[in-house]
């Protein structure tokens, strides 16, 4: 048996490297004011239909939907900002007319072509603002990404920004563009050639080189913003700017739908190749109510932590964890196995980190594995030691021993390891 196609294990000698990217996101998270939510991981099909749209790729080919036992068509989330939403409007959340900031972690499933940084279940850390309709948000969320990426040691990242105007000003460069594209219809691949009518800005991110060199000379919709638009987006690049934030305007950053706004930018790691997105994200003031809700401005993004981890890997900036601190209970024979049992359990209710043999092995072999272990002391019990009711304890980095009485081993352990 193996794991599924684009899916992978992350083992017990791997998962140290997540906890440090998790620990260090949690960290700037909570400096920021954003609280985790956590949404289930399967939700009602058209929750993603509405949520994230019809037209778009996650939705009409790489969505894991299926029919529930009970007959409702169920997906596994693509993404978590539909869910999160949905969650926001269920338990009213906007009742309190605050700015709500969340976070999430978790498991994403899109079926996809898997490759190097693409996968079919990977790994999202997304953040969601709701409520606030000021640039300074977008700068805010913006400035956070790169203030993870920074307190990672991550270097040369490109930050690349766009506005993509709104629903007073899009609809005529929209027009534009399909004016532009249609007599090079037969350039376009067959995607873009059914985006065209649909969802023509995606034709300008489109990676097929027909539709690159299709794309050239294309009008930009930053000539094409209405007043409100430009000077939301001078603002925030006046913000960023203020940050001591580097970024580059890159009109051909779109997301089709007519629920975002304003605001969309991207993180690249280029070492990356071609997956080198680490980060995407945007405005999506129509979202809330395009799923039912009043009208609220959102703004959010996600990174991609198995890209993150890549990404530190290639630039060694992930610490070994330290060991920590343990004992090793060595015992021969029935009597003696209880004493240990009942000095480990002991030993662990003080919150030391203590383990015993669980493959009968002699006692020669349980101080092998004493040391193999890297623990600073064994604790050993023998015949002599039940007839002294006292344990010889072992350091394991220079060897001396000292007996302690079975009273005391609860007392002395947490000390000498202290000290140690
Ligand atoms: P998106 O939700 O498509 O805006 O993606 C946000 C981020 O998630 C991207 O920048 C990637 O880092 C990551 N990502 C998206 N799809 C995948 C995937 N199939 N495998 C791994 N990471 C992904």
New binding site residues.
Partial sequence: MQALK?THDILPSEVYKWDYMESVIRDVCARYGYKEIRTPIIEATELFQRGIGDSTD?VSK?MYTFLDRGNRSVTLR??N?ASAVRAFLEHKLYADQQVHKMFYIGS?F?Y?R?QA????E???F?LEVLGASSPLADAEVIAMACEIFHKLGLKDLDLHINSIGDKNCRPAYRQKLIDFFMPKVDQLCDDCKERLLKNPLRILDCKEEGCKAASVGAPVITDYLCEDCNTKFEAVKKYLTALGIDYTVDPKLVRGLDYYTNTAF??QYPPLGA?S?????GRYDGLVEEMGGPSTPGIG????????LLALEMQNLIPVPQSAHKVYIASLGQDAVIEGIKIQHLLRSEGVIAEMDLQDKSLKGQMKQAGKSKADFAIIIGSNELEEKAVTVKNMNNGEQKQVPFDNVAEYIPSALKNN
Avoid: K, N, S, W
């Avoid at 940084?117 to 079919?120: D, F």
């Avoid at 993004?301 to 993150?308: D, K, P, Q």
């Fill in positions: 684009g996650v790489e693509p993404e900002t994403m899109r996809d898997p940084g693409r996968y079919r990977f790994h999202q997304g991207e993180i997956q997105a680490v980060c995407g994200g993004f996600a990174i991609g932590l198995e890209r993150l």
